[in-house]
């Protein structure tokens, strides 16, 4: 047992094992200073919020507040650990700016009122635009961070009862490209992979993915893995220098854009090696042969030209995937943010599928989730799916949840698949759409190329509604504010990306008159008469636990079944994997055992699309694949990033994270530990660029693309040449000036980004664009990067090293 800082040392303490092993546990315990563990008066239970992995913990209570968390040891995904931002994270919920009371815009001012003239506002509106313009004028768009409760019954009230199709979560930027490459690999969503698989495996392929800040517990259990006996081999496919790519066995930086050249230069390389399990081919899959026949010329000499990656490098990774005996890839937004986002991420599945490496321990595939709770919004229909992974395409799908609805199935919109969010705005901006209800999500900050989104958003003829539980810059722009209750005060579940389901229990009250979000949703629905075709209330419950039972009942013998959980089931031990029902009491470690998937055309949730077109396939069309109950091999051309470098633009600018941040840190930049270890923008640029311009740390440079400019500080970074990297956090509610750059000038990454998106899951591009670079006044300091992370400076001794020192002290207790 001892203490340490955790903003120092993010991933801790090293407890070393073996493959096979198990991972050893390790408690991180933080409450807030000068308390110790006999001042708390209660422990509740719950997950981690700010990122995907959910790490289990308890939250510390004393007087009604939340005075800190400790990781829960019994639970099968963390075995105790907790990341800095969650270690730090809670005391967001106790700023003294949250939203505590409704507001409403008169006279062009937001001014607090009360929730009955709130909502009266809200369900006024709506129901005057239903009755003018009809449902297709009205539009949710929510998030990946409140509770499958919540997105149940969102989607229930958008799809069953208002009967619009445009309904969609900010997932669409964050892990859409997952659902959309595990329905064209395996027809449904469902992540085949466990996180054990770390356990076992003796390769581990990252792509595109910088678990390292980003779900940093997996790190640590990854490093644990490459402390003890038998370690891993690692394979990195990113541009910059992540901890992920220092600790790897061959790290391959492509050029933005560039992933699928790279992805089939590595297949090509697997099959004429002749890497192959024929047998699980020819029992489990189809489509081998299409792929042979377009990788056939996309040798590592092609690729290396087309990435500027070496080509041994190249060969070097096609022989560790090829020689593997247990196999774990993970994928993330190098991948999914990116013009062709599902066609590289269906690659990765295919390496698992031709090398027979599926559905065994250690043979994992993570189509990585991103935010907390993105897998239910998935699951519950809340974002351009529909509920229980239910195929819109499929007249009985749509008429079994009719049934459990108790609606008429044309009461539910299935002309199309659900409207995504890049068209919602686009509709937004034609005047079709005139009400858009956001939850849990800062599109003014998060959506690409914010000068047209401010404007979209800022519209008279729009009526916005933005539930949150900050001022942030997308609710200072709302006609309604609605505050919200969030994590440790309300009750609900969600679910990681590895499946695993986990309930997180009120601890205290909400703040002033904030309100759990599925009690707004709920008053809303009753204020706008829903009902069902038997006049009956059309959402039948009216707590947490009643959704949950709603739920179960639309899962039921669905791929994600959740008949066979509880509550009380879930309070006590271990978080629990679905599928859970009568034939899996437990939980299900692994789906995809003995390759057998969910393709069938009866029961898929998805006939596939042309991945070049986003087009989706005829029912006939999959049926002529014959894909009954086999995975299907889906190739893909390469094609070139839509931006490419110009002589005015002669750099690829790519966006992403910072481990000490969360988003657009309406939560971490109100924690000093972690705002002070990120405490501003950055841009990193490698040393071969820095050195031929004659630039160093800390110089105030320019980034600008067509569509905006942002002055940032340089980090001299281990990225690769001719490339840049903007964190994307830093928006405007904690600069001078409010909600929107000042004088044309941005610190937001998203003033640069494009409006495109991927074909086939309608991802955003937030991680290349054309952008030039120029100085606009030499360093007075260094830049405020941190030095513990990816945006490591090359240089020693330019920085000082970022640390938290003793108000950052964390408890570790290790139990060997
Ligand atoms: N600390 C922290 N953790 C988080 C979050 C957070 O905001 N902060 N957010 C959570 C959410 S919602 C998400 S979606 C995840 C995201 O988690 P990640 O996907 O791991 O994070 P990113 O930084 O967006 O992108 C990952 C890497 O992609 C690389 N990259 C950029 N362009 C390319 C490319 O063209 N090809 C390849 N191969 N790589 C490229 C970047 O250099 C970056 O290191 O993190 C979750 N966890
Ligand atoms: N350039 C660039 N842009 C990106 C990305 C990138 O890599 N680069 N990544 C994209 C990705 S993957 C993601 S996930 C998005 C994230 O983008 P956003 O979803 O816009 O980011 P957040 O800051 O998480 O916004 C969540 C909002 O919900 C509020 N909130 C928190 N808890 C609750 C709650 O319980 N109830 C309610 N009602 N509100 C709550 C928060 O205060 C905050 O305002 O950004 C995307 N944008
Ligand atoms: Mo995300």
Not at 90 to 119: C, F, H
Not at 543 to 567: H, I, M, Q, V
Request: glycine share 10%.
């Amino acid at each position: 047992m001892g203490t340490i800082d955790r903003i120092a040392e993010p991933w801790g303490t090293r407890t070393p094992y073996a493959r096979g092993a198990s991972w050893p546990v390790r408690v991180d315990t933080r409450l807030d200073e000068g308390l110790s563990e006999a001042d708390v008066d209660t422990w509740v239970q719950s997950a981690t919020t700010l990122h995907s992995n959910g790490d289990a913990l308890d939250i510390a209570v004393k007087d009604g507040r939340i005075v800190g968390v400790r990781g829960r040891a019994v639970d099968r995904v963390n075995h105790g650990r907790l990341g800095p931002k969650d270690l730090y994270g809670y005391q967001a919920n106790n700023s003294p700016d949250r939203l505590t009371v409704p507001l409403i815009r008169r006279d062009g001012k937001l001014v607090e009122t009360d929730w009955d003239t709130a909502m009266t506002a809200v369900a006024g509106r709506t129901k005057e635009l239903l009755a003018e313009r009809g449902p297709s004028s009205i539009g949710f768009y929510t998030t990946g961070q409140l509770f499958l409760e919540e997105y149940y019954t969102l989607a229930l009230i958008g799809h069953g009862g208002i009967g619009t199709n445009h309904l969609d979560g900010n997932t669409r930027l964050c892990t859409a490209t997952a659902a959309a490459a595990l329905k064209e690999s395996f027809a449904s969503d469902g992540q085949p992979g466990s996180y054990t698989d770390i356990d076992e495996a003796d390769v581990i392929a990252l792509y595109g993915h910088n678990v390292a800040e980003t779900q940093s517990v997996l790190w640590s259990r990854i490093l644990d893995r490459l402390a003890g006996p038998n370690p891993p081999k690692l394979i990195c496919v990113d541009p910059r220098r992540t901890p992920v790519a220092a600790a790897a066995t061959v790290h391959l930086a492509p050029k933005p854009g560039t992933n699928v050249a790279l992805m089939n230069a590595l297949l090509h390389e697997i099959i004429a090696n002749d890497w192959v399990d024929h047998e699980y081919v020819d029992a489990h899959t189809v489509g081998f042969d299409e792929l042979d026949k377009q990788v056939a010329d996309c040798d590592p000499e092609w690729a290396a030209g087309i990435c500027d990656v070496p080509v041994e490098d190249l060969r070097a990774a096609a022989r560790i995937l090829g020689e593997a005996e247990r196999l774990v890839s993970t994928v993330l937004q190098g991948f999914y943010q990116s013009h062709q986002a599902t066609a590289a991420a269906v690659q990765v599945n295919n390496v698992h599928l031709i090398r027979g490496m599926l559905g065994e321990p250690g043979c994992g595939i993570l189509q990585m989730n991103g935010q907390p709770t993105a897998q239910n919004t998935r699951e519950c229909g809340a974002d351009g799916d529909l509920p229980g992974f239910r195929n819109w395409a499929n007249d009985q799908h749509i008429e079994d949840l009719a049934r459990v609805w108790n609606v008429e199935p044309t009461q539910i919109p299935h002309y199309s698949e659900p409207t995504h969010l890049m068209q919602m705005m686009r509709y937004v901006e034609d005047g079709s759409i005139r009400f858009l209800y956001v939850s849990g999500t800062n599109p003014a900050v998060s959506l690409p190329e914010l000068g047209r989104i401010r404007e979209i958003l800022a519209q008279e003829r729009l009526f916005l509604v933005v539930q949150d539980i900050f001022l942030s810059e997308t609710a200072q722009l709302a006609d309604v504010v609605l505050p919200a209750a969030t994590w440790g005060e309300k009750t609900g579940t969600f679910t990681n990306a590895d499946r695993t389901v986990h309930l997180s229990e009120k601890a205290v009250d909400p703040p002033g008159q904030a309100r759990p979000d599925l009690d707004i949703f709920i008053d809303y629905a009753q204020r706008l008469g829903l009902s069902d075709k038997d006049g009956e209330p059309l959402v039948k419950w009216s707590d947490p636990e009643g959704a949950f039972e709603g739920w179960k009942a639309c899962s039921a013998g669905r791929p994600c079944d959740y008949s066979g959980l509880t509550y009380d089931k879930l309070r006590g031990g271990s978080g629990i994997q679905w599928p859970c029902n009568e034939k899996h009491p437990a939980g299900t470690e692994r789906i995809y055992r003995n390759g057998e998937f969910w393709s069938s055309p009866e029961y898929c949730e998805s006939y596939g699309k042309d991945l070049v077109t986003g087009a989706p396939l005829e029912p006939v069309e999959y049926k002529a694949m014959n894909p009954d109950g086999r995975a299907v091999i889906k190739a893909a051309e390469y094609v070139p990033p839509h931006e490419p470098p110009t002589d005015e633009y002669p750099y690829l600018l790519t966006t992403g994270r910072t481990l000490y941040h969360f988003h657009t840190r309406t939560k971490t930049g109100r924690v000093p530990q972690l705002q002070n270890a990120a405490p501003d923008v950055w841009v990193e640029m490698s040393a071969y660029d820095a050195e031929r311009h004659g630039w160093g740390e800390g110089d105030l440079l320019r980034v600008s693309t067509t569509r905006g400019n942002v002055e940032a500080r340089l980090r001299v970074s281990g990225i690769r040449r001719s490339t840049l990297f903007l964190p994307f956090h830093y928006g405007y509610w904690d600069a001078p000036g409010g909600h929107a750059p000042a004088g044309g000038v941005g610190r937001a990454a998203n003033e640069l980004t494009i409006t495109d998106w991927d074909p086939s899951s309608k991802q955003p591009l937030f991680k290349s664009a054309a952008a030039r670079v120029e100085r606009i006044s030499v360093a007075d300091g260094p830049s405020p990067a941190p030095t513990t992370t990816g945006s490591k400076p090359v240089a020693s001794g330019v920085a000082p090293d970022t640390r938290g020192g003793a108000a950052a002290a964390v408890l570790e207790e290790v139990v060997r």
